[in-house]
């Protein structure tokens, strides 16, 4: 039976492959100057990773197309820091997926660095949050996520200048990290184009055009238009303007996120582990060439002040105050920094959905259309599994895994459906 499986499988595949050739064939016909089989227009970690797994299930002529410089948008300046640590259990399951690929990214993407540095990641809470923890490691460890509760002072025997009188309890996840969101954007990048992707950067999409049927028919570009039938939006922060002529509004907002660099004494230079602070709502990272700890907001109140109207607005811009209450934070947290210097502050641009969980979804009434955008500051973590689950979902290859998506689909805004976490932190909420 498992011989008879794969035969038919197989077969299936090949009938796809020969469907995409007629298909290019026809498109050449109708005197378009280019064809390609998918587009994935958006050369962030998201884009570049699923440009790479259609390269890998051989889905054709894929072109990536990215407006500016791969990285250019919430894949330039993010933290990086990789984790399982969520309150929803899918969303748990895709970053323990994603986790096991990051530890296996050599040898799984060709040889490539990501820049991944597994250095551990602790889970501090105060009071009102320590059944929630308790609750969410206990959700955790029947995946086979490995996380332990572990007491305060267990994380300040790793950190010994960590402040911890207003922390009730802890987790630690060994083998979580953080890594290099532009290092691994042009990793998956390489490994694509060696597998045939068309990487193309300073190439913007300006348009997507239909047939009378309503299907896509092609993208616009400023060198022409390329026939195609299928486009995967991975624009991140531009995902409302991509569609907007399309009628396809996109609840994703523009949001700019901000990061302090502070500099550790010489005595406390050696690295250190991720903590996420659901006390003081940030997270902070250590580098692990420099004796710098970096600083960022999870606390979304702040959010409504840092929206733009358009992610073309960003420029790199810090609003007033943010970067000074970061480093007070930092401080609060590592009292050792309350006279070091700062050595850097800094912004990105997230794009941020109102439940604060992606979009990925094929859009039926745009036939032709799929996206993945709108992952909230939580992207990078999840790109690895994201390119893996999207491909196969575009080219029809349904599994268990592969339904996991359905959490994220695009209908849940209409539906008034939008995602809840089981589990719920007094201030943190579902952490996102």
Same mark, same amino acid.
């Given at each position: 039976?498992?011989?008879?499986? +794969?035969?038919?499988?197989?077969? &299936?595949?090949?009938?796809?492959?020969?469907?995409?050739?007629?298909? *290019?064939?026809?498109?050449?016909?109708?005197?378009?100057?280019?064809?390609?089989?998918?587009?994935?227009?958006?050369?962030?970690?998201?884009?570049?990773?699923?440009?790479? @797994?259609?390269?890998?299930?051989?889905?054709?002529?894929?072109?990536?197309?990215?407006?500016?410089?791969?990285?250019?948008?919430?894949?330039?300046?993010?933290? &990086?820091?990789?984790?399982?640590?969520?309150? @929803?259990?899918?969303?748990?399951?895709?970053?323990?997926?994603?986790?096991?690929?990051?530890?296996?990214?050599?040898? +799984? #993407?060709?040889?490539?660095?990501?820049?991944?540095?597994?250095?551990?990641?602790?889970?501090?809470?105060?009071?009102?949050?320590?059944?929630?923890?308790?609750?969410?490691?206990?959700?955790?460890?029947?995946?086979?996520?490995?996380?332990?509760?572990?007491?305060?002072?267990?994380?300040?025997?790793?950190?010994?200048?960590? +402040?911890?009188?207003?922390?009730?309890?802890?987790?630690? !996840?060994?083998?979580?990290?953080?890594?290099?969101?532009?290092?691994?954007?042009?990793?998956?990048?390489?490994?694509?184009?060696?597998?045939?992707?068309?990487?193309?950067?300073?190439?913007?999409?300006?348009?997507?055009?239909?047939?009378?049927?309503?299907?896509?028919?092609?993208?616009?570009?400023?060198?022409?238009?390329?026939?195609? *039938?299928?486009?995967?939006?991975?624009?991140?922060?531009?995902?409302?303007?991509?569609?907007?002529?399309? /009628?396809?509004? #996109?609840?994703?907002?523009?949001?700019?996120?901000?990061?302090?660099?502070? !500099?550790?004494?010489?005595?406390?230079?050696?690295?250190?582990?991720?903590?996420?602070?659901?006390?003081?709502?940030?997270?902070?990272?250590?580098?692990?060439?420099?004796?710098?700890? *970096?600083?960022?907001?999870?606390?979304?109140?702040?959010?409504?002040?840092?929206?733009?109207?358009?992610? %073309?607005?960003?420029?790199?811009?810090?609003?007033? %105050?943010?970067?000074?209450?970061?480093?007070?934070?930092?401080?609060?947290?590592?009292?050792?920094?309350?006279?070091?210097?700062?050595? !850097?502050?800094?912004?990105?641009?997230?794009?941020?959905?109102?439940?604060?969980?992606?979009?990925?979804? *094929?859009?039926? @009434?745009?036939?032709?259309?799929?996206?993945?955008?709108?992952?909230?500051? @939580?992207?990078?973590?999840?790109?690895?599994?994201?390119?893996?689950?999207?491909?196969?979902?575009?080219? /029809?290859?349904?599994?268990?895994?592969?339904?996991?998506?359905?959490?994220?689909? #695009?209908?849940? #805004?209409?539906?008034?459906?939008?995602?809840?976490?089981?589990?719920?932190?007094?201030?943190?909420?579902?952490?996102?």
């Amino acid at each position: 039976m498992t011989s008879l499986y +794969r035969a038919i499988r197989l077969v &299936g595949m090949e009938f796809v492959k020969f469907a995409l050739r007629v298909r *290019r064939w026809v498109m050449e016909c109708q005197g378009m100057s280019e064809t390609a089989d998918i587009v994935v227009v958006g050369g962030g970690c998201i884009g570049a990773a699923i440009a790479l @797994h259609l390269a890998e299930q051989q889905a054709g002529k894929v072109l990536l197309l990215e407006q500016k410089q791969l990285a250019n948008g919430a894949s330039g300046k993010g933290i &990086g820091i990789i984790r399982t640590h969520y309150t @929803h259990p899918v969303l748990a399951k895709l970053a323990y997926a994603s986790l096991q690929l990051f530890h296996n990214f050599e040898e +799984r #993407f060709g040889g490539y660095d990501s820049g991944f540095n597994p250095c551990g990641y602790f889970i501090l809470v105060g009071d009102s949050d320590v059944d929630t923890l308790k609750d969410v490691v206990s959700m955790h460890q029947p995946l086979g996520i490995d996380v332990q509760m572990v007491s305060p002072a267990e994380a300040q025997a790793q950190m010994p200048f960590l +402040r911890i009188d207003d922390v009730a309890a802890a987790a630690y !996840e060994p083998n979580s990290g953080y890594g290099s969101p532009p290092k691994t954007t042009i990793a998956l990048a390489n490994r694509a184009a060696e597998l045939g992707v068309e990487v193309r950067t300073e190439t913007p999409v300006t348009g997507i055009k239909l047939d009378l049927e309503g299907r896509i028919e092609a993208v616009s570009t400023p060198t022409g238009d390329i026939a195609t *039938r299928t486009v995967v939006d991975c624009v991140g922060p531009w995902a409302r303007k991509f569609t907007e002529a399309l /009628g396809l509004p #996109f609840p994703v907002s523009p949001v700019v996120e901000h990061v302090v660099v502070m !500099e550790r004494p010489t005595e406390y230079a050696a690295p250190h582990p991720v903590v996420s602070d659901l006390v003081n709502l940030c997270y902070v990272r250590s580098d692990a060439d420099q004796p710098y700890t *970096r600083i960022g907001n999870s606390d979304p109140k702040y959010h409504p002040q840092f929206l733009l109207p358009d992610a %073309d607005q960003f420029h790199g811009q810090q609003f007033p %105050d943010i970067c000074e209450t970061l480093q007070q934070k930092l401080i609060r947290r590592c009292p050792i920094l309350e006279t070091a210097p700062v050595v !850097e502050t800094y912004s990105g641009i997230w794009g941020i959905t109102p439940d604060y969980q992606p979009i990925i979804d *094929r859009l039926d @009434h745009i036939p032709g259309l799929y996206c993945a955008v709108g992952f909230s500051g @939580h992207g990078y973590k999840l790109s690895p599994i994201i390119g893996d689950l999207m491909s196969r979902f575009i080219l /029809g290859k349904i599994d268990d895994q592969v339904k996991l998506l359905d959490l994220f689909r #695009f209908s849940r #805004f209409q539906e008034n459906s939008l995602i809840q976490p089981p589990i719920r932190y007094a201030r943190a909420g579902g952490l996102r």
